[in-house]
């Protein structure tokens, strides 16, 4: 039997491969990022250059929050390939951009292969009521 883990990543899979050739739906998830922007924009952190930066649980074209927070070093970690896009030219060329600029690492939040206290900022969007450990994360 699957597990619940198991479940949600293969709907993941599907929606980002889906996601991957259709540009309005990327629009969408962009706009997504709406209500943690505005939080961000809110409490200033926006306005700087960061050393390092983590997203975790980037999703499946290596997006998340990767396009708003700027930083020298970005980091995406999911247990996703990072798919290439083939939408549309522009937002194509965009989200490539944000790829070329970020290091992923394909895994599991709850064995993030880092050492502690080695970033600026970490954001984790829309990922824990997928994850089978939470409070670990
Ligand atoms: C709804 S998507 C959110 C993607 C992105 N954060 C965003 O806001 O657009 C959830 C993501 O969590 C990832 N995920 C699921 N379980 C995870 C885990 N244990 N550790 C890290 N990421 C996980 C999935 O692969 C998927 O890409």
């Known amino acids: 039997m699957k597990t619940s883990y198991e479940i949600a990543q293969n709907y993941e899979s599907n929606y980002w491969n ?7 739906g990327i629009i969408h998830d962009l706009e997504s990022s709406y209500a943690i922007g505005a939080h961000l924009q809110a409490q200033g952190i926006l306005n700087f250059e960061y050393d390092s930066f983590l997203d975790v649980g980037c999703g499946g074209l290596g997006i998340g929050n ?14 996703l390939t990072i798919l290439i896009p083939q939408a549309n030219l522009l937002l ?6 944000i790829q070329s ?10 064995n993030m292969p880092f050492d502690k206290n080695i970033f600026d900022i970490i954001v984790c969007n829309n990922v824990l009521d997928h994850v089978d450990q939470p409070v670990q994360i």
């Open 92 to 97: 194509d060329n965009f989200i490539n951009n």
């Open 66 to 79: 990767l396009w708003l927070i700027n930083a020298k070093n970005k980091y995406g970690l999911d247990p």
């Open 101 to 110: 600029k970020t290091t992923y690492i394909k895994s599991k939040a709850e």
């Open 18 to 24: 889906n996601r991957k050739n259709d540009p309005v």
